[in-house]
């Protein structure tokens, strides 16, 4: 079975910090994606990677950044969190000429106080 | 763009009742579309998926039939249980072209109560 972790279930963090989530999957994906998940907005895509060192911005990339130096890990940066950035974050990855369904992580849930 | 729109939640039924969820998307080309749940406390699973017109994706006795002509998705089930309880998510996703995102939909939070 894939297996997507995420370094954190719970974080808290204070307006101004630089706030790093990590996600790593162990099927050796080429794709991986960052989601932010909102009550009465689904999920939204903050960005994603078609393979290392590749980025693209997906709908929402303002007020984040993203690396991807290793196939499987994928991070999420944050670099000034802010209150508005309080949400449920979640990672995916699938295999590049699979069928496009994507496997999850089971999510971040970060709180900006 | 892409979208999709799920019928509002939330839903409350009681167990063994009949659940039909909508979806709508719109979409250019031929997407493929599946429906994710979300159980509390965890990340989204993979529940049916459909990748062509009147393909009909079924799993865990939830159904989804692929209708182009009403460009619609329903998920349905004939007796819900309380273990389904959980937020159902809608989506459509396009080839590699695109970079294989996936468009969801707002999802709807399920209820079944004993």
């Known amino acids: 079975d894939v297996k997507v972790t995420q370094s954190s279930r719970y974080l808290v963090k204070r307006t101004g910090e630089k706030v790093f989530l990590e996600c790593v999957q162990d099927?050796?994906?080429?794709?991986m994606f960052w989601y932010r998940q909102d009550p009465g907005l689904g999920l939204r895509l903050i960005y994603f990677s078609y393979d290392v060192k590749m980025k693209e911005k997906g709908d929402i990339p303002e007020g984040y950044s993203v690396s991807r130096e290793k196939k499987e890990r994928f991070s999420l940066i944050l670099e000034s969190a802010s209150t508005n950035q309080t949400s449920m974050y979640l990672c995916?990855?699938?295999?590049?000429?699979?069928?496009?369904?994507?496997?999850f992580g089971p999510g971040t849930r970060l709180t900006v106080t | 763009g892409d979208s999709v729109t799920q019928m509002e939640g939330p839903v409350t039924l009681s167990e063994e009742a009949f659940l039909t969820i909508n979806c709508t998307y719109t979409?250019?080309?031929?997407?493929?579309l599946f429906w994710y749940v979300q159980y509390p406390g965890e990340g989204l699973q993979l529940l049916l998926k459909?990748?062509?017109?009147?393909d009909k994706g079924s799993n865990k006795g939830f159904e989804a039939t692929y209708r182009k002509e009403t460009t619609s998705f329903h998920l349905e089930k004939g007796s819900v249980q309380v273990s389904d309880s959980a937020v159902y998510f809608c989506a459509l996703g396009q080839g590699e072209t695109s970079g294989s995102r996936l468009t969801f939909g707002e999802g709807t939070q399920l209820t079944v109560n004993p």
């Open positions: 995916a990855s699938r295999h590049y000429g699979t069928p496009i369904e994507q496997y």
């Open positions: 979409a250019t080309g031929y997407p493929s």
């Open positions: 459909a990748t062509k017109a009147d």
């Open positions: 099927m050796d994906h080429e794709n």
